[in-house]
């Protein structure tokens, strides 16, 4: 088992069933994100477990009020996600509720240009967060290796570390994992490949190269 994941990006339930199964082989686990839930229903959850047999992270980005965190998440375990990434800036409480209903993985930092305007800056108190609450675990940039090793020596060991970033935005599988990330996630450079089997195939072997 590799420490790869495949973020699903896609909108139509055959394309995405079909990578799916192409892929697993080579795949820790599948993340599905809101293209693909609004283009296809929350029950493409359920078909993406029974066709791979592999876990399914809902990459919602959960920020809002407990309660509606709440009805959410209640919902998405419910068609079978094993894990959520929520955000943690909108405080305990509401990742808590997540938590409360099943596992969750927090947002600590960001892989885009972007997250250096508000959520680094944010960093620290969402380890600190993430080092009371003990999620299975946070979410730290591939494209930005530094960072993954600083986030992983401040971390609580058993927390893992889920780096997106990698490929498409320019982050490097291997450069992730030597930095101390758990699991990376790669969307396009697999879904957009002209056969994303082999793609799939050289970033396992990437990634189990250095871990
Ligand atoms: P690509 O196509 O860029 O897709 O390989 C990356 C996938 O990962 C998600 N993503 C993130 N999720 N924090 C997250 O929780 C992040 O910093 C982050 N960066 C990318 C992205 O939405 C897509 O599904």
């Given at each position: 088992m590799s420490g790869l994941i495949l973020?699903?990006?896609?909108?139509d339930r055959d394309r995405a069933l079909e990578i799916a199964e192409s892929t697993a082989d080579y795949l820790w686990a599948v993340k599905v994100n809101w293209p693909l839930i609004i283009g296809s229903g929350l029950k493409i959850i359920t078909e993406l477990k029974q066709i791979t047999g592999l876990p399914v992270i809902a990459d919602l980005k959960l920020a809002d009020i407990p309660n509606t965190n709440r009805l959410i998440a209640g919902e998405v375990f419910g068609a079978g996600a094993d894990y959520i990434i929520a955000h943690g800036f909108v405080g305990r409480d509401s990742v808590k509720a997540v938590m409360e209903l099943g596992e969750a993985i927090i947002v600590?930092?960001?892989?885009?240009?972007?997250?250096?305007?508000?959520?680094q800056a944010a960093t620290d108190r969402l380890i600190e967060m993430a080092n009371e609450l003990e999620p299975f675990g946070v979410i730290a940039p591939a494209t930005r290796p530094e960072r993954v090793s600083y986030i992983r020596s401040k971390l609580k060991p058993g927390i893992k570390v889920i780096a997106p970033g990698v490929g498409a935005q320019g982050g490097k599988a291997g450069e992730a994992i030597k930095a101390g990330a758990d699991y990376v996630v790669v969307g396009r450079a697999i879904y957009?490949?002209?056969n994303p089997r082999e793609a799939a195939r050289r970033l396992s072997e990437e990634v189990e190269a250095w871990s």
């Open positions: 973020a699903l990006d896609v909108y600590v930092e960001m892989s885009h240009p972007g997250a250096e305007e508000f959520i957009e490949s002209e």
